[in-house]
């Protein structure tokens, strides 16, 4: 069974899937990453799918679960590096993940949280150098 | 079993003129859906004629490779030229904007004119929080105020430092 | 017409993954564009899910074969299991009985993904859903 670790970096948990998950690996990482999230009260998760090369529909829905999820525990979701194929995949499925913010890479990822979580303190004029 | 061919073709021809056809297919996909950066971080794609499935799957796949290989976080797809927008253009334009978004980019939409814009209310349809605005002039301006960026007149007195040989600053 | 054939149990979970990566493999080393190969392996995980789901034991098998003929290069894909059928499969077939809502069985988003898509079900027979993707 090839377990998802989740590694907390400061307030942000990060998830770097590199293998095609079973199903069961993916519900996995939804409840670790939920029980992270209650234990840390972490601000973030990033979810990195740069080595992703096939997202379906169930794996597509799970992210969206946990991105309301985390929501609900106070934390913002970030998927980074959703391969174009894959990207071009989920469209044709008619899968858009809403309610999940994306970015380009895992850096990017990291960016955008920062932004995310500097918003709900500061409100949308924070600094922020972008 | 396929027909004999009416001239003689060697196997060698037959290879060169697949090639051929195949290249110039991909030529031919470049012109239809030119991506351009107008600005690091700022993709333009202005689209001219109809939009069918396939060519809207050749637009992404193109745009897609485009936002990976420049980072680009903003897309400015340019409508103008797009004589009908009906349901189906509409869907494509809507993956469009949810491919671009799958890679961190917004996908703005640009180029409406008054009588697209009825008519996408006419028709009910639901672009659903796409950005969109008039002209691609109008998405850059959008484009640089969320890059953080402003474009001013240059003040007065740099008008007036123009060297000896008056070629300016 | 060449034909290459290769035949795969899905069983579980296990197989789930077993038969998305079997097509995946077979699909790019006939050339397939990576798209392609996403959407293929993408479409066979939908079907060889709705085996592990909704048939009986959860048991069936996945056939893939390479065509090659006029329309050049493609990769086929039958999907069977002995299970109790689709009770209304213009129900299933319905687009936006897949997004979002978690319900139905992703037929709509797997036929749009291929360029060939057949069902058979019934009772009797189980279900056979055969999926082609030709190489452009």
Redesign the interface.
């Known amino acids: 069974m090839a377990r998802v670790p989740v590694v907390r970096f400061g307030r942000i948990l990060v998830a770097t899937v590199q293998e095609d998950l079973y199903d069961r690996d993916a519900l996995q990482l939804q409840a670790d990453l939920a029980g992270a999230l209650e234990r840390t009260g972490a601000h973030g998760v990033l979810i990195d799918l740069s080595t992703v090369e096939m997202v379906d529909s169930f794996l597509g829905r799970l992210i969206g679960e946990i991105a309301a999820v985390s929501r609900l525990m106070g934390a913002h979701t970030v998927v980074a590096g959703i391969q174009p194929a894959v990207a071009l995949t989920l469209v044709e499925l008619g899968l858009s993940l809403p309610g999940v913010q994306t970015a380009l890479n895992a850096d990017k990822g990291h960016v955008l949280l920062r932004q995310l979580v500097n918003e709900d303190w500061f409100g949308r004029n924070g600094t922020h150098d972008g | 079993m396929t027909q004999p061919a009416t001239k003689a073709q060697t196997p060698a021809s037959v290879d060169a003129q697949t090639a051929l056809v195949a290249q110039q297919r991909q030529t031919i996909t470049e012109l239809e859906t030119p991506v351009i950066q107008v600005w690091p971080g700022v993709l333009a794609l202005p689209l001219v004629g109809t939009i069918d499935t396939m060519r809207a799957q050749e637009m992404n796949e193109a745009l897609l490779e485009r936002i990976v290989a420049t980072g680009s976080e903003i897309v400015l797809l340019d409508i103008t030229g797009v004589p009908v927008v009906d349901t189906a253009v509409a869907r494509h334009l809507l993956e469009t904007v949810t491919a671009g978004r799958l890679l961190g980019a917004e996908v703005m939409i640009v180029g409406l004119s008054a009588k697209t814009a009825m008519t996408i209310v006419h028709l009910g349809l639901d672009l659903g929080g796409i950005t969109t605005r008039v002209s691609m002039a109008k998405g850059l301006e959008l484009a640089f105020h969320r890059l953080g960026l402003e474009v001013v007149p240059r003040r007065e007195h740099d008008a007036r430092a123009i060297t000896a040989d008056g070629s300016g600053i | 017409m060449m034909a290459d054939e290769e035949r795969i149990i899905i069983c579980g ?2 197989g ?2 077993a038969a ?2 079997l097509a ?1 493999t077979i699909a790019r080393e006939h050339g397939f ?3 392609d ?3 293929i ?2 479409a066979v ?2 079907l060889a ?1 709705n085996v592990v789901r909704y048939a009986t034991n959860g048991q069936g098998d996945a056939t893939i074969r390479t065509l090659g003929q ?1 329309r050049g290069t493609g990769i086929e894909v039958v999907v069977h299991d002995d299970g109790p059928g689709i009770p209304d499969i213009s129900l299933a077939l319905k ?1 936006g009985f ?3 809502s ?1 319900l139905g069985m ?1 037929l ?2 797997t036929r ?2 291929m360029d060939d898509f057949v069902i058979e079900s019934s009772a009797d027979a189980g279900t056979t859903v055969t999926i082609r993707k030709w190489r452009r």
Request: charge should be neutral.
């Open positions: 979970e296990e789930i993954v998305r990566q995946r564009s990576l798209v190969q996403s959407r392996a993408t995980s939908e899910r006029d687009d897949t997004s979002g978690g992703g709509p988003g749009r993904l």
